[in-house]
T-cell receptor
Framework: DAGVTQSPTHLIKTRGQQVTLRCSPKSGHDTVSWYQQALGQGPQFIFQ???????QRGNFPDRFSGHQFPNYSSELNVNALLLGDSALYLC??????????????FGQGTRLTVV | DAKTTQPNSMESNEEEPVHLPCNHSTISGTDYIHWYRQLPSQGPEYVIH???SNVNNRMASLAIAEDRKSSTLILHRATLRDAAVYYC??????????????FGQGTILTVHP
């Protein structure tokens, strides 16, 4: 089992552009969450997807949107990039049935730099 | 969201036990206490979690106070590989918090050879 995989590992974008980040959850996991981690800070929850719908959302603007596919994989889209969007973006997966009482598996993250 | 409070940093010597404290005075009855750690340039890694009783696994032990307002992560014999940022997190069960992990600043653990 490859665990949670994210792509790409690094990318550089220009202000105003749009970016799409991808996540494949651990096998058997149907719930995917996205987090943003600025340098020196703890990860901040963006949103959670289950059954192809956004179920929870953190305090992030509408420029941040997502999608979940029938195979449980997920995408994070960010429009109109700002310099402040530069961060490590983390994807985490868990099985919904035991969401509270089980560990979340994190990917290695995508390092986004906005210039 | 229920908050946790941890010391900013702690130090330990290799092969000695480490006790990492966490306060969570506003914990609700259905919140699970989770601990994760993060090495530089990596995603967080699960360490342990519990609800009311103390828990042990191959990595660590979790001691939960009787009133659940605090907990302590115990690394029985610290190694250099245990140097990381340790996060104490309450995993919410209710409403808009369901399943969400709310990270704080964490505790930076330094292990000396």
């Amino acid at each position: 089992d490859a665990g949670v995989t994210q792509s790409p590992t690094h990318l550089i974008k220009t202000r105003g552009q749009q970016v799409t980040l991808r996540c494949s959850p651990k096998s058997g996991h149907d719930t995917v969450s996205w987090y943003q981690q600025a340098l020196g800070q703890g990860p901040q929850f963006i949103f959670q997807y289950y059954e192809e719908e956004e179920r929870q959302r953190g305090n992030f603007p509408d420029r941040f949107s997502g999608h979940q596919f029938p195979n449980y994989s997920s995408e994070l889209n960010v429009n109109a990039l700002l310099l402040g969007d530069s961060a490590l973006y983390l994807c985490a997966s868990s099985p919904r049935v035991s969401l509270m009482n089980t560990e979340a598996f994190f990917g290695q993250g995508t390092r986004l730099t906005v210039v | 969201d229920a908050k946790t409070t941890q010391p900013n940093s702690m130090e330990s010597n290799e092969e000695e036990p480490v006790h990492l404290p966490c306060n969570h005075s506003t914990i609700s009855g259905t919140d699970y206490i989770h601990w994760y750690r993060q090495l530089p340039s990596q995603g967080p890694e699960y360490v342990i979690h519990g609800l009311t009783s103390n828990v042990n696994n191959r990595m660590a032990s979790l001691a939960i106070a009787e009133d659940r307002k605090s907990s302590t992560l115990i690394l029985h014999r610290a190694t250099l590989r245990d140097a990381a940022v340790y996060y104490c997190i309450l995993r919410g069960a209710g409403g808009t918090s369901y399943g969400k992990l709310t990270f704080g600043q964490g505790t930076i653990l330094t292990v000396h050879p």
